[in-house]
């Protein structure tokens, strides 16, 4: 089911990037084909499918949250430009394919994830001005924009402590806003879409905030040992430039002993809401831990 689901979100999402994104003639035609160019070059759509999956929890109609579920994904796009910058890490390749600097140049790639940064607050206000179910869409909103500020700030803190000593507690922080951020805003967006009770949404918040860091310590791992075929980048990467990651404090085999300790509390939270259709989000739970890419 989880595939199935997954699959049918992304498509959805697809569509919709046809529509807004378009490149016609205009001064600003590069600027506009490099915004497309790393909104299509694929990733798993993780974070708008869990606003239209935490919309559908609670209420049937989730096509009305793909306003917020595309925004989210411009969101994460304009991060994954930006972190692949020379200034940043410096990465040539990103899912198979030359990084956006790589291809448009660095100038063009910043304003891209620029671009990409502004048009996601304006489909989402684009969205609020039929005034249709304004009061959840002003809370998810929100949630939202404090999901962006919560993963930059934790990019900063990861660039400011790259080569130092850094603690337990500090690398938590930084992947909690760093990575977990976006994800968790995502679920928490869309049941709010949808008008989730407060105990729901407590308890999504719980299972969102595990999932997010499972999801980092997985991507740990696999940038230590993972196929670079699969990945579609080199491995090994973090480790020469001196980021503090799980693997490098922890050791693969302690920190996959965390990730599995984790994934099966985040599976345990959701029977707190067991009314509810939650077998999707189950599904993802042991699908970030045994992902290979």
């Known amino acids: 089911m989880l595939k199935e689901r997954l699959s049918e979100y992304s498509t959805l999402v ?3 990037f046809d529509d807004l994104l378009v490149v016609d003639e205009a001064p600003e035609k590069k600027l506009k084909e490099a915004m497309k160019y790393s909104i299509t070059a694929g990733g798993k759509r993780l974070r708008p499918a869990l606003i239209l999956e935490g919309y559908r929890i609670f209420k049937p109609d989730y096509e009305k949250a793909l306003p917020f579920a595309c925004a989210m994904e411009m969101i994460h796009t304009f991060s994954l430009i930006h972190d692949d910058l020379p200034a940043i890490d410096n990465d040539d390749f990103r ?15 910043i304003l891209a994830g620029d671009g990409l940064l502004d048009y996601a607050y304006k489909v989402i206000s ?27 700030k934790g990019e900063f803190v990861d660039t400011d402590l790259e080569g130092k000593d850094i603690s337990m507690d500090q690398l938590m922080y930084m992947h909690n806003n760093k990575t977990g951020a976006l994800i968790k805003a995502s679920l928490l967006i869309g049941a709010t879409l949808a008008g989730a009770d407060d105990v729901s949404l407590q308890v999504l918040k719980k299972y969102a905030d595990i999932i997010g860091l499972t ?32 693997v490098t404090m922890l050791g693969v085999e302690e920190a996959n002993k965390r990730l599995d300790e984790l994934t099966a509390e985040s599976v345990s939270v959701l029977n707190d809401i067991s009314d509810k259709d939650i077998e999707f989000l189950k599904e993802l739970a042991i699908f970030i831990k045994e992902r290979n890419n």
């Not at 249709?132 to 500020?149: Q, T």
Request: one cysteine or more; aromatic letters at 8%.
């Open 95 to 109: 899912r198979g394919k030359p990084t956006n600097h790589k291809v448009f140049g660095e100038c063009t790639a």
């Open 126 to 152: 684009n969205d609020m001005k039929d005034g249709e179910n304004l009061p959840n869409k002003v809370k998810a909103f929100d949630i939202f924009s404090n999901g962006v500020f919560d993963m930059i």
């Open 215 to 246: 999801f980092q310590i997985k991507d740990d791992i696999l940038s230590e040992t993972g196929d670079e075929k699969i990945l579609g980048k080199p491995v090994g990467h973090d480790s020469i430039n001196g980021k503090r990651t799980f």
């Open 14 to 16: 697809n569509k919709a």
